[in-house]
């Protein structure tokens, strides 16, 4: 027989519990827009924790490791690759060394999914 499972909000709390016996007590500014006036607000980085932080974790490190983006939406329920990718954060630093390792740009780092010999179109000179 399988466990009972629990709710988000008490999978919640759980989490919020664990990080801040972890140690996730760093200071975190946040912000939101209300009426055109941004409020802000700190707390400790374990409130913020919850079962969404872990999905939108699963999805940007996912697609940073070079998983295919439809293989990632399949797991996390988006069903637009536009919202998808609205959803992950990926900094422009990391796309650029995505672009940088990938063989289409000479790079060894992911490799083609179909595992076929990515070769150039001319010989160079």
Known sequence: MPPRSITNHRMNIYLKEIMQ??????RVETGRTKGGTKDMTYCQKWELISTHTARWSFAT??????LPTIAIMQCTGHSSEV???KYIK???????LLLLNHPHFGGTGAT???????RPLHKAA
Do not use: K
């Not at 083609?112 to 990515?118: E, M, Q």
């Open 112 to 118: 083609n999914p179909l595992n076929t010999v990515v």
């Open 21 to 26: 016996l972890a140690g996730f007590a760093e």
């Open 90 to 96: 990926v900094s422009s630093e990391q796309n650029a």
């Open 83 to 85: 919202m998808f990718m």
């Open 61 to 66: 490190n996912a697609y940073l490791a070079g």
